[in-house]
C-alpha cells in the first residue's frame, strides 16, 4: 500500500525559508524508474508543479520559481524534501507530494499525499 | 512551457449524463497526459494514464482519448460522487503543467 504525508510549518514570515518533508511507505526511491514530485495549490486555484526527484537523484525544477527551489531525498528514511527560500504571500498553498510512476515512456503522478497547508503572513 | 487549455471551466450534468471534458495542448504532447479528480478538500486522484489507460479501481465510466494536441475525458453516465474538479496533467516535456480545471457539479 502507497502512502505519502506532507508536514511543513503551517506559517511562516516573509522572506523566510519553507522547509517541506514528504514522508512515504509502500516503495522506496531506490528503485528504478521511481520519483517523488511536488505541487502546490493555492486556496481555491488550480495546480501549479514544482519539482520532481528520481531514484538516480536526478532532478527537475519549475523554471517560474527560478532557483528558489531545491529538491533532496533520504532514501534510507523513505522521505523527499523541498526547500523555498524567500517566501512571500503568494507562495501560501497547499502542498501536495505524490509518486511519479511511468508507464513505458509516460510519465505522471499516481499517489498523492494529503497535503499540507503553508500560509505566509507577517 | 506547454501550456494546457482546459474546457469547459465548469459544467453541470444531471444524473445519468454523458460528458466530456478537453485539454488542447500547446504542442504534441505524444499522449503523454493524465487526468486527476479532485474532491473538495481532498488531494487528486489519478483516474487515466498515457492518455487512455484506466487506473486500476476507477470505474469503466471513465475513460480518455486523444492524440497530439487534443485530449479528452468522458464519463459516461454521470454519478452523484463524479461530482468534483477535474485536471489533466502533461508529463511530456519539463516543466510538466496542469490544465486550469473543470468543476463538474450534479444538475
Known amino acids: 500500500q502507497v502512502t505519502l504525508k506532507e508536514s511543513g510549518p503551517g506559517i511562516l514570515q516573509p522572506s523566510q525559508t519553507l522547509s517541506l518533508t514528504c514522508t512515504f511507505s509502500g516503495f522506496s526511491l531506490s528503485t528504478y524508474g521511481m520519483g517523488v514530485g511536488w505541487i502546490r495549490q493555492p486556496s481555491g486555484k488550480g495546480l501549479e508543479w514544482l519539482a520532481n526527484?528520481?531514484?538516480?537523484?536526478?532532478?527537475y525544477y519549475n523554471p517560474s520559481l527560478k532557483n528558489r527551489l531545491t529538491i533532496s531525498k533520504d532514501t534510507s528514511n523513505n522521505q523527499a524534501f523541498l526547500k523555498i527560500t524567500n517566501v512571500d504571500t503568494a507562495d501560501t498553498a497547499t502542498y501536495y507530494c505524490?509518486?511519479?510512476?511511468?508507464?513505458?515512456?509516460?510519465?505522471?503522478?499516481?499517489?498523492w499525499g494529503p497535503g499540507t497547508m503553508v500560509t505566509v503572513s507577517s | 512551457d506547454i501550456q494546457m487549455t482546459q474546457s469547459p471551466a465548469s459544467l453541470s450534468a444531471s444524473l445519468g449524463e454523458t460528458i466530456s471534458i478537453e485539454c488542447r495542448a500547446s504542442?504534441?504532447?505524444?499522449?503523454?497526459l493524465a487526468w486527476y479528480q479532485q474532491k473538495s478538500g481532498k488531494s487528486p486522484q489519478l483516474l487515466i494514464y498515457?492518455?487512455?489507460r484506466l487506473q486500476d479501481g476507477v470505474p469503466s465510466r471513465f475513460s480518455g482519448s486523444g492524440s497530439g494536441t487534443q485530449y479528452s475525458l468522458k464519463i459516461s453516465g454521470m454519478q452523484p460522487e463524479d461530482e468534483g474538479d477535474y485536471f489533466c496533467?502533461?508529463?511530456?516535456?519539463?516543466?510538466?503543467?496542469f490544465g486550469g480545471g473543470t468543476k463538474l457539479e450534479l444538475k
Open positions: 496533467l502533461q508529463g511530456s516535456k519539463f516543466p510538466w503543467t
Open positions: 505524490a509518486r511519479i510512476v511511468n508507464y513505458g515512456s509516460y510519465w505522471y503522478f499516481d499517489f
Open positions: 526527484i528520481w531514484w538516480d537523484d536526478d532532478k
Open positions: 498515457a492518455a487512455n
Open positions: 504542442e504534441d504532447i505524444y499522449s503523454n
